[in-house]
């Protein structure tokens, strides 16, 4: 089998909220789509390990959001890299509502447009949950911006996948090294590799800029930790 294969099927990134007004979390989640318009359902898949998948069986409401391409390190670092075992997601500053239906959370924070489910299916299919909502309410709240796609922030942004996303494979990581060239530091809560060759132009960091050299202030730019954070390779 050609594990590159599965890198030419297209998905978005999005933002799975669950739970209540006492208790919710997060996750960021690539396999979410329409599956019938009438009535309208979404169905997400969810890591079995991750902190929201109880949330969404116990509340039976979810929210997915969906990620702007120009989102912000800490967005995708607070909802993508970290869990909502050790830290509580909604209480970082990031912008949230709770629906009007259902009081699920939904994040708006670096979002373009969200859809508020009522949980109505799910299926097991070994380490992720499939789970079926029907959309009770859905806005844009973004009309000028793109969607995130998971090519974009694999090529553009160099980004990895965390370790519980669907497309995880030792394969990624290699992928993304192949493609970047030589590593020197990795940042070891999201897995963004630092490489002098080509530095951070996004950030005005010009490519040939060693590590050492990149300022204080300087972050990850894919989750927002602190250079302390990075590890050599
Ligand atoms: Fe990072």
Redesign the pocket.
Known sequence: MDRNAFSKLSYGVYIVASGSKERQNAFIATTVMQVTAEPAKLIVACNKNNFTMPLIRESKVFAASVLKQNYKPTTM?TFG?QSGKDFNKFEQGNEFIFGENTQTPIVLEDCLAWFECRLVDEMDVGTHILFVGEVLDARIIAEDEQPLTYSYYHEVKKGVAAKNAPSFVSNNIEYSLKIIGVMKYI?T??G?VYDPQVGDPDNGIAPETAFEALPADWG?P??G?GKEQFEEE
């Open positions: 670092g890299f940042c809560v999201c963004y990850c894919l989750c930790v």
